[in-house]
């Protein structure tokens, strides 16, 4: 089956660094998509991945590496605003999404 | 706002009445999806309309039934719902085809209360 791991909760402190990680085993692979999503509204995109390698759009960066299943995304400089679930999700070969149950990110002061 | 919109935001119902979804998106695109979203769980997919045809339903249960009559428009129609059926209802929209990746585009979802 298909199957996409993320931890369920991550705590990190207002200014520090996070990295929150995702694997999956998936029937084929046609790119890795991380959301974040706030309480209560829409998941949001945030970064695409299809080749290995890091992505780097400001304070956010997504790596990815397909002969491991693997993928994270770093958060720097960290702001309580960020306090968030981040949804990992798998384009397989039927360009169909599969989602992970996400990461909710708590931001202490 | 991400150009895709959903109404009602929160939604009361008994396990007897009928109620429907709307979802309007206003980006253009070719496809759209109903997600159910539950408490620590992934997102459900619950059915896809690609190019105002039905291409999937995962096994959703009848008392679910979609509508798409045109390719802005989507609606989820509800009847004799169960208590278990009560969840966040996200609306998405993305292009697909040979040159897109499908980037999805989520309104702001229904919050539903079966009682």
């Known amino acids: 089956g298909q199957n996409i791991d993320q931890p369920t909760e991550m705590t990190a402190t207002e200014g520090a660094i996070v990295q929150i990680n995702c694997t999956y085993q998936?029937?084929?692979?046609?790119?890795l998509f991380w959301y974040q999503q706030h309480a209560g509204e829409a998941p949001t995109f945030l970064s695409y991945?299809?080749l290995d390698g890091l992505e780097e759009k400001g304070r956010f960066s997504s790596f990815l590496s397909r002969s491991k299943g693997y993928s994270y995304l770093l958060l720097k400089e960290l702001q309580m605003k960020d306090s968030a679930s981040y949804l990992c999700a798998v384009v397989d070969s039927n360009y169909q999404l599969i989602w992970g149950a996400g990461t909710k990110l708590i931001i202490k002061p | 706002e991400t150009g895709v919109t959903q109404t009602p935001r929160h939604l009361v119902m008994g396990m007897t009445n009928k109620k429907s979804l709307k979802c309007e998106q206003h980006?253009?695109?070719?496809?759209m999806y109903w997600y159910k979203q539950s408490a620590k769980k992934p997102l459900e997919l619950m059915f896809v309309y690609s190019l105002e045809e039905r291409v999937e339903n995962n096994s959703v249960p009848s008392r679910f039934s979609p509508e798409c009559p045109n390719s802005s428009h989507l609606f989820l129609h509800l009847h004799t719902l169960q208590p278990e059926d009560s969840a966040l209802y996200l609306c998405?929209?993305?292009?697909?085809?040979?040159?897109?990746?499908?980037?999805?585009?989520f309104g702001p979802g229904t919050r539903l209360t079966v009682l």
């Open positions: 991945n299809v």
């Open positions: 998936t029937s084929g692979f046609n790119g």
């Open positions: 980006l253009g695109h070719n496809a």
């Open positions: 998405a929209s993305s292009q697909v085809g040979p040159e897109a990746y499908n980037e999805q585009f």
